[in-house]
């Protein structure tokens, strides 16, 4: 059995190298109509995929090497990566203007990480992730922050109508760390170096390196906070805010909280409770 396609022509289209750590997710969607005539290429289990659709043919075609090992490829281009040279139909590709141009350049060198353009958030369930000690009782969140710039939040712990519970904010490269106790305090951002967060009934610690600032909380400071892991919308909120307007963009190559790593890629449809809003790419 046999059959033809028509033929697929983007006249001076080359895309000649990129790199990912991102298994899975769409790189790139064209269309001349969204109903009758598109196509996408992506990544499914860490390989080129082409879901094809038009009024001759319906399939998809998945081959290929794996592609996320962060290494450049030529003419395969991968998930949410870095492009070197691009040109897309005889015209040079515009980087979003929102996104400063710290994060905008491809690093010869680059470790795997997940990217948060400008108004991008995740939130997690907090009882998906790993709960406070009991005796005595403490929590623990670290960030590693590989870029930051703008201002908005990093990450809050709260529910959906009241986020702001606890939470760290990202402004002229100070994080600012605040609470419904009382006033908050600041720390100078030192990229590179683990952002720890310790919580305890009668304090809050914000740490980097050997910079440290303490919150000290009243006698019935935490409670709010106790409370969260005690119903089901108690969340863990990364990045904007589902009622910020915010322009903070930020790279992490990890986020740990009890010390064990957390998967950002991980979504409802694989049992999980974790939501993402314009979702954090894959960088690098």
């Known amino acids: 059995m046999s059959f033809s396609l028509p033929e697929l022509h983007f006249p001076q289209t080359h895309i000649y190298a990129q790199r990912t750590w991102g298994p899975e997710g769409v790189i790139f969607y064209g269309d001349t109509n969204p109903e009758d005539d598109w196509f996408v290429l992506g990544l499914r289990d860490g390989r080129p995929e082409i879901p094809l659709h038009n009024h001759w043919a319906q399939l998809t ?53 997940i990217f948060f353009p400008p108004g991008t958030g995740a939130e997690f369930s907090l009882e998906d992730i790993p709960w406070p000690h ?22 809050a712990l709260g529910t959906p109508e009241n986020p702001f519970w606890l939470s760290l904010h990202l402004q002229d490269q100070k994080v600012m760390l605040s609470s419904v106790s009382g006033p908050g305090l600041a720390l100078p951002l030192i990229l590179g170096v683990t952002l720890q967060l310790k919580l305890t009934v009668s304090r809050v610690v914000l740490s980097q390196g050997t910079k440290k600032e303490i919150l000290a909380l009243p006698p019935v400071g935490p409670a709010p906070l106790l409370n969260l892991w005690a119903q089901t919308q108690g969340r863990l909120f990364l990045g904007a805010l589902p009622v910020e307007a915010s322009s903070a963009s930020f790279c992490l190559d990890g986020l740990w909280a009890q ?10 449809g694989n049992g999980t409770d974790t939501t993402i809003k314009s979702p954090p790419k894959n960088l690098l």
């Open 61 to 113: 075609v998945g081959a290929g090497p794996r592609l996320d090992d962060g290494r450049w490829h030529q003419l395969v281009p991968a998930l949410d990566g870095c492009l070197r040279r691009e040109d897309w139909l005889d015209q040079q590709a515009q980087t979003s203007a929102s996104v400063p141009t710290s994060l905008r350049s491809c690093a010869v060198e680059s470790q795997p990480g």
């Open 134 to 155: 009991v005796e005595p009782w403490a929590f623990s969140l670290d960030l590693g922050l590989q870029l930051a710039a703008g201002s908005g939040h990093l990450l």
């Open 259 to 268: 010390g064990q790593r957390l998967d950002m890629d991980r979504s409802p």
